[in-house]
Nanobody, 122 residues
Framework: QVQLVESGGGLVQAGGSLRLSCVASGSISSMHAMGWYRQAPGKQRELVAAITSGGSTNYADSVKGRFTISRDNAKNTVTLQMNSLKPEDTAVYYC????????????????WGQGTQVTVSS
């Protein structure tokens, strides 16, 4: 079973940056898609960004141009660089492993981290 541990969350001012990291206990090389999801109070969980083993990416429209997802299979890590943060980005962010893509539909995998809180103040 793959264990995922997120880090890097915190409290920042609007316009600031954070870098979230997800470290897997096992190899992610066999995982097709790795992703970051977030859930704000009273909101549904949503895909923020995902990346396949081949490097294809998918971003929520609300974060495109501001966030960048990357993965390093050798280090078993997935990173989300978050720039120009807005109060609307406030949420718990979760790392997800072993998702997939079917056509243009990206679906979540079976493995989840515990989540890390990101709070952006105005």
């Amino acid at each position: 079973q793959v264990q995922l541990v997120e880090s890097g969350g915190g409290l920042v001012q609007a316009g600031g940056s954070l870098r979230l990291s997800c470290v897997a206990s096992g190899s992610i090389s066999s995982m097709h898609a790795m992703g970051w999801y977030r859930q704000a109070p009273g909101k549904q969980r949503e895909l923020v960004a995902a990346i396949t083993s081949g490097g294809s990416t998918n971003y929520a429209d609300s974060v495109k141009g501001r966030f960048t997802i990357s993965r390093d299979n050798a280090k078993n890590t997935v990173t989300l660089q978050m720039n120009s943060l807005k109060p609307e980005d406030t949420a718990v962010y979760y790392c997800n492993a072993d998702g997939g893509v079917y056509g243009h539909y990206w679906y979540e995998g079976d493995y989840w981290g515990q989540g890390t809180q990101v709070t952006v103040s105005s």
